[in-house]
């Protein structure tokens, strides 16, 4: 008997950027998968269970949940942001590649949400505003210098790139190293943003250039933009700056 | 006296998937700026006021929108999915940047939504799973050149590949040439995902490969996902295929 599963996005951290969706899938699940953090936003009843793991444990906690789905019963496995962006429903997936034929017989389902990089673009104007890319900076599931060529190739190519997983205890040079790679294709004039909990009371929001950005003001949960050669900033008096980048290739009409 | 604009993102369509952060802001808001069919969506009260414009008239939209805040009103501008995502917040930028002062003093924020290619995304499983970009195939506002640098730098790098804009009218053959294009650097065995009105009663999903997509079959309401050649399908009996790309360049293990 197969039960379902359910991988669930709950966006950047706000109660109001969980879509009806979301909170619907939450409300039908009884088990919950996830990393502590997000496990935590959850209002949960006294019938649903909790099921805590460490981040780096999502090929464990993917085969967690999928057992107990396949036991027949209504699980969910949760997920900061969108779920399909650097996030669970891959590692549901390959676990269910690399499972018994019993697996793939579960009732699965994703639900998106707003992913970091949308959330952190909102708060500032518009810098996803044209083509871009988004880049996961752990090398702990691919070479460095896979990460090194492709951001060297989404940059000269004129893509916004967004930088998920930037920094961690366990990596702490490889923002850095992404930093002067892209300073060799890229004026040091460029925008940077440094986004962490969008849309959260704890919020924090910096804008800076390639030239001078410092990586170590980055951690596990800050989502970093880097614009391309077009993005611009809009000076306002007495008002936030807007970082932009403009639809168009041709300069803008004044 | 400055009013206010809210760019706002009701999501790929289902009422389901509006942030109730995008809720609020429609509640909050009196003239609605933006592409009928998105005007359409809303439910508004007799107090509250659509403008509807077409498609292409983003940047006058925007100004017009914009001189109604500067008058003091309380206004909105809204997108499909979201409105960082080749959508409505950075014409707003444009036309701030471009326009007189007094609009730099409006109290302008860009409520996110979930964009077209994360709601595709989740309804066959986890295309997105790792390294990915969007571009837009409107070149409309850049040359083709450089559309076709960007598909080829990103499908070379090893990018998943979101296309947004495929095809119009207007814009019959760029589909299929960016498709030719993908052909020189891609196997022909790599799957193609078109997604229509995710979420929605219309919705409509097609997976194909590289070498046998046909690019008629796409509208401009479609995202085009194109995979890396990481990206797998998950046969399963009874139940449809998921397709996804794994986090991790190495095998999976079995």
């Given at each position: 008997m197969s039960g379902r599963l359910v991988v669930i996005g709950?966006?950047?951290g706000s109660p109001d950027?969980?879509?009806?969706?979301?909170?619907?899938?939450v409300a039908e699940a009884k088990f919950f998968f996830g990393y502590k953090p997000y496990?935590?936003?959850l209002d949960l009843t006294t019938e649903q269970v909790r099921v805590a793991s460490d981040?780096?444990?999502?090929?464990?906690?993917?085969q967690a949940a999928l057992e107990k789905a396949a036991a027949g019963e209504a699980v969910a496995?949760?997920?900061g942001g969108d779920p399909g962006v650097f996030a669970m429903a891959a590692a549901v997936c390959e676990a269910i590649e690399a499972g018994p034929a019993a697996w793939r017989d579960i009732d699965v389902s994703v639900v998106p949400g707003v992913t970091a990089m949308?959330?952190?673009?909102?708060?500032i104007g518009a810098p996803l505003g044209h083509d871009f890319c988004a880049i996961s900076l752990s090398d702990n599931l691919k070479p460095w210098d896979v990460i090194e060529q492709r951001l060297t190739a989404a940059a000269s190519a004129g893509f916004v790139i967004a930088l998920y997983n930037p920094i961690s205890k366990a990596r702490p040079w490889q923002l850095g190293r992404a930093f002067d790679c892209l300073c060799s294709v890229l004026p040091a004039e460029t925008i940077v943003v440094f986004g962490r909990a969008a849309g959260r009371p704890d919020e924090r929001i910096g804008i800076f250039t390639l030239g001078e950005v410092d990586p170590e003001q980055a951690d596990m949960a800050t989502c970093v933009i880097i614009g391309s050669v077009e993005t611009r900033a809009i000076e306002r008096p007495g008002r936030p700056v807007l970082i932009y980048t403009p639809r168009s290739l041709a300069p803008v009409s004044r």
């Amino acid at each position: 008997m197969s039960g379902r599963l359910v991988v669930i996005g709950l966006g950047p951290g706000s109660p109001d950027q969980v879509t009806p969706e979301a909170r619907k899938a939450v409300a039908e699940a009884k088990f919950f998968f996830g990393y502590k953090p997000y496990l935590d936003r959850l209002d949960l009843t006294t019938e649903q269970v909790r099921v805590a793991s460490d981040n780096r444990e999502e090929l464990s906690r993917a085969q967690a949940a999928l057992e107990k789905a396949a036991a027949g019963e209504a699980v969910a496995v949760v997920s900061g942001g969108d779920p399909g962006v650097f996030a669970m429903a891959a590692a549901v997936c390959e676990a269910i590649e690399a499972g018994p034929a019993a697996w793939r017989d579960i009732d699965v389902s994703v639900v998106p949400g707003v992913t970091a990089m949308l959330a952190v673009a909102a708060r500032i104007g518009a810098p996803l505003g044209h083509d871009f890319c988004a880049i996961s900076l752990s090398d702990n599931l691919k070479p460095w210098d896979v990460i090194e060529q492709r951001l060297t190739a989404a940059a000269s190519a004129g893509f916004v790139i967004a930088l998920y997983n930037p920094i961690s205890k366990a990596r702490p040079w490889q923002l850095g190293r992404a930093f002067d790679c892209l300073c060799s294709v890229l004026p040091a004039e460029t925008i940077v943003v440094f986004g962490r909990a969008a849309g959260r009371p704890d919020e924090r929001i910096g804008i800076f250039t390639l030239g001078e950005v410092d990586p170590e003001q980055a951690d596990m949960a800050t989502c970093v933009i880097i614009g391309s050669v077009e993005t611009r900033a809009i000076e306002r008096p007495g008002r936030p700056v807007l970082i932009y980048t403009p639809r168009s290739l041709a300069p803008v009409s004044r």
